[in-house]
């Protein structure tokens, strides 16, 4: 497959996990991400997830379950370094955090932060790894006012 990229892109986080199963049902429950692909190989299975029609600037979180490691969680980002997904309503935090809740998975109650942080809850995914959810931070919109709509190259 040919590319077209013209310059240098960041485009992919890669995170260990115990069950990939598992850990690709929580991401598709508690964020936007979708799967874009899976791989297998005698090592070991990886899915690529990402925001569904992301083109101009994807991004993908990588899963990774090595076959040797399986059934042992693979903590890789705690107590603080963290995945961030910013939502467009505070509602949204506080629907994601009830789930979590009930799930047993949250771990950082939802609050306001000083600026530039905004409103932000957390999760723990099913290897440990923390999940922030948060709504105003400002993350798009520093981006925006910075550099504005360009075309991708």
Not at 67 to 84: E, L, N, Y
Not at 97 to 104: F, I, L, T, Y
């Amino acid at each position: 497959m040919a590319s077209s990229l013209t310059t240098p892109r960041w485009t992919h986080i890669a995170i260990p996990c115990g069950d990939i199963d598992r850990s690709t049902a929580f991401y598709l429950a508690y964020t936007p991400l979708v799967v874009l692909a899976e791989r297998r190989d005698d090592d070991g299975r990886t899915v690529w997830l990402s925001h569904d029609g992301q083109v101009d600037s994807p991004f993908v979180l990588v899963l990774s379950m090595v076959f040797k490691d399986a059934g042992r969680p693979q903590p890789t980002m705690a107590p603080f370094a963290h995945i961030g997904i910013e939502v467009p309503e505070r509602a949204d935090v506080d629907a994601v955090a009830d789930r979590a809740r009930a799930d047993g998975c949250l771990v950082w109650e939802p609050r306001d932060m000083p600026d530039p942080i905004g409103y932000i809850c957390a999760l723990h995914d099913p290897d440990g790894n923390v999940i922030e959810i948060s709504h105003d931070q400002g993350v798009y919109a520093a981006v925006q006012s910075r550099w504005g709509q360009r075309p991708a190259g």
